[in-house]
């Protein structure tokens, strides 16, 4: 059960913890208050865990404090849509917002691998008016004799250039605890010269103590990526690890999956599941058509496969794109064959924000459509 309190009521109202008694009167209900970011507004919901069925929600809706009751059937309790909630889980993060109504591009390096490849990606961000990025420092990879990342080593560089080229969120996998750590201490070195973006990859969406570790501090927002061999369902549930922890700062991105039926494809491009996301959750939702794809390859219309799948994600309401780039993809130390070049930024950019502009077309239309139908007949 979600108990949704009034606009002006925080975490610390008397209202709040008047609820919270009460609630906690009932045997086997324990409860959690949370301060969630709606897309236009602040709202501060106390979720009644565990035995709920015998709690009325009438004494509830008499509170002066409370605005309604939800109970909740569905699976995803914290990261699901239920009816009556602010209709999407936004957050602010470092002066961007983020949300089912936003759209960021976050281009960049897969691997980081030297000082100067990621000053000139930043500055081409730069130059194409982007604020986000993304900077893998900690690679989880298939073999152990493949580079696995500079860690801790390249996060001053990667930090302090960020923030000189205006860089204000950089996706960044973690795949360890420690990585947090080495995050924090390094943001602050740089005198939190940018901000960080918690990335957990698909081999770890089912790493769930980490999950928990990402979902118990609220300093850094997390993209969850789907697990390659797992449901959509499972891959969500990842999402209500970090949110049952306390942090809803959460963005879910589809990767595609593993099975040699995408074939030539490195996955199988699920994003498809992009309105399915954005039905079932609150959650902004981000594709990745770099590790869905796996490779650099034109279709007869002089449009790279990458694009194309690209834009099938935009147009189905994505609200964020994690895209490779490198400056010299052949001396990449991470899938540089998925690696698009820097002098083709500005086309990738252009082509992702016609799309964009015309899914905004596209809702506009299907409302237009909704208000002009017949109403449904009954019987
Ligand atoms: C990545 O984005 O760097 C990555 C390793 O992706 P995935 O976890 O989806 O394979
Ligand atoms: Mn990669």
């Keep these: ?72 059937r569905e699976r995803y309790r914290a990261i699901g849509k239920h009816d009556g909630q602010a209709s999407a889980i936004g957050f602010e993060y470092n002066g961007l917002t983020f949300s089912q109504d936003t759209f960021h591009l976050f281009a960049g390096l897969c691997a980081v691998d030297n000082r100067e490849h990621t000053e000139v990606m930043f500055k081409a961000l730069q130059g194409m008016g982007l604020k986000t990025a993304r900077a893998g420092a900690y690679k989880p990879r298939t073999s152990p004799y493949d580079f696995q990342g500079h860690g801790a080593e390249c996060l001053p560089y990667v930090f302090e250039l960020a923030g000189r080229y205006g860089i204000k969120v950089v996706a960044m996998e973690v795949t360890h605890e420690s990585h947090l750590d080495e995050i924090a201490q390094a943001l602050e070195a740089s005198g939190q010269a940018t901000g960080v973006m918690l990335q957990i990859g698909t081999r770890n969406a089912q790493n769930f103590e980490l999950l928990k570790i ?76 770099s590790h869905s794809v796996g490779k650099k390859v034109r279709s007869s ?7 194309h799948v690209t834009a099938q994600g935009i147009v189905a309401g994505a609200n964020m794109v994690l895209v490779d780039f490198h400056p010299n993809p052949d001396r990449a130390l991470c899938d540089g064959p998925q690696a698009l070049m820097l002098n083709e930024l500005q086309h990738f950019v252009e082509d992702a924000n016609l799309v964009r502009a015309t899914y905004l077309k596209r809702v506009e239309l299907a409302a237009s459509a909704a208000s002009t139908a017949a109403p449904p007949r009954v019987g």
């Design 214 to 289: 990402v979902g118990q501090q609220t300093e850094f927002p997390v993209l969850v990526k789907r697990g390659m061999g797992i449901t959509l369902e499972e891959s969500l549930h990842a999402c209500e690890y970090v949110a049952s922890g306390g942090n809803t700062r959460i963005i879910f991105c589809l990767r595609g999956v593993k099975t040699h039926l995408g074939d030539p494809h490195r996955n199988l491009v699920d994003f498809s599941h992009v309105p399915v996301v954005r039905r079932l959750t609150r959650l902004p939702v981000c594709v990745d058509p």
């Design 1 to 72: 059960m979600i108990i949704v309190m009034k606009l002006d009521l925080t975490a610390t109202s008397l209202e709040v913890a008047e609820v919270v008694r009460i609630a906690e009167r009932y045997p086997g209900v324990t409860t959690q208050v949370r301060q969630i970011q709606g897309t236009s507004r602040a709202v501060t919901e106390v979720y009644l865990l565990g035995s709920t069925a015998g709690v009325p929600s009438e004494l509830f809706e008499q509170f002066p404090g409370v605005e309604r009751v939800i109970r909740i």
């Design 301 to 307: 219309d002089g449009l790279y496969d990458i694009h």
